[in-house]
């Protein structure tokens, strides 16, 4: 049943707590003499209105009075005074206090420098009938990248691509920044609706809840949390932990294509960073609470601010609560999240950063896998509420995750930079999957039961500065990382519970819960140590070259333990599994080119490499694989960089892939070991458009379109070469964000949406002798947004997904006997109430 009357499903104490801090804090930073100001070159009215906003006041202006005119970039900790002084310095204009927070922009006389105030046509700030109220926002100081409080939906720096800030433009990488606004504006919850929502990535399902990440038709196997690597692919562990707060991060920033200087061992995909919310300057404190459809109800409370007189001592705390029913038949969730950070100056050039972060997710009713389809792979057509869990299934996660980060800053402009991160993930699952049978032409569904526990850790240490050569400055980074991965297993798998289950008339109670024990499965542990150095090289006033080299030591072990099955009391068979890769060499390579003050062209190669544990006919380790990247584009900044565009072509070879050797009888270990040569190779090849950033003050837009086509070329099975690689990731995707405020009396309220479209996907096969193809045809998802700012303080906002109720599958099955399919949300709709203190 869809809502939007909220009924009262959090913990009493744990509502109370989050508004009884909110209220508090407001109370105790209500008052500052300076701001953080953050305003850039546009014209003069939006300049004003953004004062209004980031000082906290209301500014009454005519229109006329300031129609045409341009200000000036300003930045900085300054008073409402000094910022209008710099904002108004080339005009015949000055502000006007009028008392209780409010203020005037009156004309001086050129003649005798009287003041002369018009009767106003347009009031901005005014209380009445005729006022409009600006919003009221408080931005933090800002940082490199920072886009909280900016309200833009691109970002002026980005450091995941190189470790050097650079604009987007200078980065001879395609790359996307999803910024906190627009985090905002479309409610992106977690991180998989960032990538849903990012252009040129896809989102895909391995069962209900287990997420995988795309990018150029490879798969996402890292995470970046403020720049430090996270392996998602070391343990079915990882995978399952995706589904990270957005409450907590300030951005997110992408970069595709191989990315392995920065990430160590991986695929050619893409690098997706993280970066969290850093204490600000200035107080501020909001509270947003939503409600939405299936009773969804969440809060969040954000404060931040110094703690100190002198402000050297800054805290941020985000405290998060949801509880979620669904559409789905029996499922529900309810989760926390708590995260804090300290940032202390130890003195004028060093800081030092603290961080903490857990976060709890309870699902209830989710089973293993997902819908069944026929026996010859086509749709059922179940009702998207369809679920075949038991009542007693569940899914529970936690993780729990700290920080440490010194900055120092040398006196040569040089900087030193350490940090380090330390996870520590656990899940617990006890649910069910389905298995179809050829010969009895029934599902059977299976229990299943596992406990796992991850810690990973990251340390990376690097330093980066100008040097001068040749008459010219350029800038060099020099660092070392290493990374630790310790994963401990426990499974059990297989218990029938039904041995033909009915797919029109499931019983939820019928089975009882059958205490599944636990086996010790899997225990792995993967280490990689790093050094790295990339240089920008000025070779003239409109030609830069960055170069970049990374040395790898990975190590990797596990034990696999396995059972003849869930009935037998026979012992495991145990089998031991170590490889390692030394000095692998990773290269980094773009050459940047300015056509004039907006535009440059620039093309790049970068690589990355993947360990694998295969043997040649002399029982030699294969070499990794590697995966290369080559791309070339252009690409446009605008006003000052708050609008950003790109078009690029790339080509993206993994080669050295496992090639299982025609002539076994060659191998050494012939015929009890199977032998490969490293001669597989696919290529990924296609184009992306993107803009990003305000097409005027009031229009922000983040749209793209890719294309990416990804075919076998070398493969141990002939028919596959020529053959598209992963064919239930789309071909085609679009992608369109945007948010428009209404201009003049209705500049309170704004309007936006986003549209989604990808094209075609499928899998087919032979099973059992019997052929199947189950596909998911081209879809169009569209969303609206509607926001409304009711007073300074206080912001509303409904968000309308699948405003047309398309019916789509967001992830398809492998195959028929183990069924996967899952449906894309129905048409929900969330109201949310966002207040400023």
């Known amino acids: 049943m869809t809502t939007l009357l909220p009924k009262y ?49 209301q500014i009454l202006f005519v229109s006329d009075l300031v129609k045409g005119q341009q200000s000036l970039k300003l930045q900085g900790q300054l008073t409402l005074e000094q910022a209008s002084q710099r904002l108004l310095q080339h005009t015949n204009l000055q502000l006007k206090p009028l008392g209780e927070g409010r203020y005037s922009i009156i004309k001086i006389s050129s003649d005798d420098s009287r003041p002369v105030t018009p009767m106003p046509k347009l009031v901005s700030g005014a209380k009445g009938e005729s006022a409009t109220s600006l919003p009221l926002i408080s931005l933090q100081a800002q940082q490199a990248g920072t886009t909280d409080g900016t309200n833009s939906y691109t970002t002026r720096s980005m450091s995941t691509a190189t470790k050097m800030n650079l604009s987007m433009r200078e980065t001879p990488q395609a790359v996307t920044v999803i910024t906190s606004q627009r985090i905002q504006d479309q409610n992106l919850a977690t991180v998989n609706d960032v990538v849903q929502a990012a252009p040129g990535l896809t989102f895909r399902r391995f069962g209900p809840e287990r997420a995988s990440f795309y990018a150029r038709g490879m798969y996402v196997d890292n995470l970046m949390f403020d720049g430090l690597p996270v392996s998602l692919d070391s343990s079915n562990l990882s995978q399952d932990l995706l589904a990270t707060d957005m409450a907590i991060y300030d951005r997110v920033e992408i970069v595709r294509g191989a990315t392995g200087l920065v990430q160590g061992a991986g695929n050619p995909s893409a690098a997706i960073n993280l970066v969290r919310k850093r204490p600000t300057d200035v107080p501020q404190v909001s509270i947003d609470l939503s409600a939405g459809s299936w009773d969804r109800y969440r809060a969040e409370l954000d404060a931040s601010g110094p703690l100190s007189k002198d402000g050297s001592l800054r805290g941020r705390t985000v405290i998060a609560a949801q509880d979620y029913e669904s559409y789905k038949r029996g499922e529900s969730s309810n989760g926390q999240t708590y995260y804090g ?332 070991v199977i032998c490969y040569s490293a001669a597989g190779e696919v290529r990924s090849e296609g184009a992306e458009f993107e803009i990003q950033g305000a097409v005027t003050p009031n229009w922000q837009v983040g749209a793209g379109y890719t294309i990416a086509i990804a075919r076998y070329r070398k493969d141990a099975t002939a028919s596959n070469v020529g053959a598209l690689f992963d064919t239930d990731t789309p071909r085609h995707l679009f992608k369109l964000s945007t948010m428009y405020r209404l201009p003049g009396e209705l500049q309170h309220w704004r309007i936006g949406g986003s549209v989604y479209r990808q094209g075609p996907i499928y899998n087919k096969g032979t099973a059992s002798g019997v052929p199947f193809y189950i596909s998911q045809s081209a879809y169009t998802v569209a969303d609206l947004i509607l926001g409304w700012q009711a007073t300074p303080k206080l912001d509303l906002r409904l968000n309308v997904n699948n405003l047309f109720d398309k019916k789509y599958y967001n992830a398809l099955s492998g195959s028929v006997g183990f069924p996967s399919n899952v449906y894309g949300e129905p048409r929900n709709v969330t109201l949310s109430a966002k207040y400023n203190f």
């Open 9 to 57: 499903r959090f913990k009493q104490r744990q509502l109370a707590l989050l508004v009884s801090l909110a209220f508090y804090a407001g109370s105790l930073w209500a008052d500052t003499a300076a701001t953080s100001i953050n305003i850039p070159a546009q014209s003069l009215d939006t300049a004003l209105q953004q004062l209004a906003q980031q000082s906290g006041v």
């Open 341 to 672: 950070i300290l940032e202390k100056d130890l003195n004028a050039s060093t800081t030092l950063t603290l961080s903490a972060l857990h976060q709890e997710s309870r699902l209830h009713g989710n089973g293993f896998t997902g819908l069944p389809v026929a026996r010859d792979g086509s749709d059922l057509g179940l009702p998207r509420s369809t679920s075949y869990a038991n009542d007693w299934e569940h899914w529970n996660k936690t993780t729990t995750s700290a920080f440490v980060g010194l900055n120092h800053l040398f006196d040569n402009d040089w900087r030193m930079h350490i940090s380090a991160y330390y996870a520590q993930a656990d899940v617990d699952m006890l649910g069910h999957y389905l298995s179809y049978s050829f010969n009895t032409g029934n599902y059977t569904q299976l229990g299943a039961r596992n406990s796992h526990q991850e810690k990973q850790s990251s340390v990376d240490l690097y330093a980066n500065g100008p040097f001068e050569l040749l008459g010219r400055n350029h800038e060099l980074v020099l660092g070392a990382s290493y990374r630790n991965i310790d994963f401990d297993g426990n499974s059990r798998q297989g218990v029938v519970l039904n041995s033909n289950l009915n797919l029109y008339n499931f019983d939820s109670s019928a089975v009882a819960n059958p205490n599944i024990p636990l086996r010790d499965w899997m225990d792995a542990k993967i280490s990689q140590q790093s050094v790295y150095a990339t240089t920008r090289l000025n070779l003239a006033d409109r030609l830069k070259l960055i170069l970049g080299g990374r040395l790898d030591w990975f190590d990797y072990k596990d034990t696999v333990n396995t059972y003849p099955n869930f009935a037998s009391n026979t012992p495991s068979v145990s089998t031991h599994n170590r490889y390692n890769v030394s000095h692998q060499l990773t290269k980094y390579a773009g050459l940047v080119y300015d056509l004039n003050n907006q535009h440059s062209i620039y093309v790049s190669y970068t690589d990355i490499f993947k360990p694998q544990n295969y043997l040649d006919a002399s029982s030699k380790l294969l070499d990794p694989v590697t995966g290369k990247n080559y791309e070339m584009g252009i690409k446009g900044e605008y006003f000052e960089g708050a609008l950003n565009a790109s078009a690029a072509v790339f080509r993206m070879d993994q080669e050295n892939r496992a090639f299982r050797s025609t002539d076994q009888t060659q191998c050494a270990g012939y015929p009890t």
